[in-house]
C-alpha cells in the first residue's frame, strides 16, 4: 500500500509539472501563431519545403504556395493550440483525480471506477476530434501548396490523396473501459469487507 502512495504521489507531481511546462509552452507557441498570423503570406511564399506525412518534399527556387490560403492555414493554428492546451489540462486533470485516492492509501473509495470511465470518454472524444483536425489540415495544406501543380507532370498523371487515420485511440479507450469494470468490482468488494466489518 504504501508503495502506491508513493508512486501515486510521484505520478501526481509529474502531472503537476507537465501542467505548468504545457502552459508555459502555450503562451510561447500562441505568441508565434500571433506574429505568423500577421505575416502568414510571408512565412508562406518563403516555405522552402512541404512536408507531408513522413515525405518532405524540397521546392523549386521559383515555386510559391497559393498565398490567398496561406492566412487560413496560419490562422487555424491558434485555435488548434487552444484546443491542444485545453486537452491536455483537461487529461492532465482526470489523471490526478484518478491519483487523489491512490495517494490516500483508499483505490476503491467508490468514485475510481467513475473516474476512470471519465477518462475513457475523454480519450474516446478527444481522440476522434484530432483526429477529424488532422483530416482538415491535411486538405488546407494540399489546397495551399497546390499539391497537382507540383506533382502532376511527364512522370505523374494524376494524384489521390487519401487521408490515414489512426485508431487507436478506440483501442486505449476500450481498454481504459474494461479497466473501471474491474475497479467497480474492486469498489463492491471493498463496500462488502467494510459492511462485514
Known sequence: MNKMQKTAKALDTLCKVLFWLVIAGSVLVAAV??????????????????????????????YRPDVKYASGLVFSMIPIVVLGVATVIIGLNIIRGILAPMKEGVPFDGTMSKRIRKLGWFSLISGGVWSIISIILEALTLVVYDVEKIFIGDA??????????????????????????????????????????
Open 33 to 62: 501563431a500571433v506574429i505568423l498570423a500577421f505575416m502568414g503570406d510571408e512565412v508562406m511564399a518563403e516555405a522552402s519545403s512541404l512536408t507531408l506525412g513522413s515525405a518532405t518534399f524540397d521546392l523549386a527556387e521559383g
Open 156 to 197: 505523374i498523371t494524376g494524384i489521390e490523396v487519401e487521408s490515414d487515420i489512426s485508431l487507436d485511440f478506440i483501442i486505449v479507450s476500450a481498454v481504459i473501459f474494461l479497466l473501471s469494470y474491474v475497479f467497480r468490482y474492486g469498489e463492491e468488494l471493498q463496500q462488502q469487507a467494510d459492511e462485514t466489518l
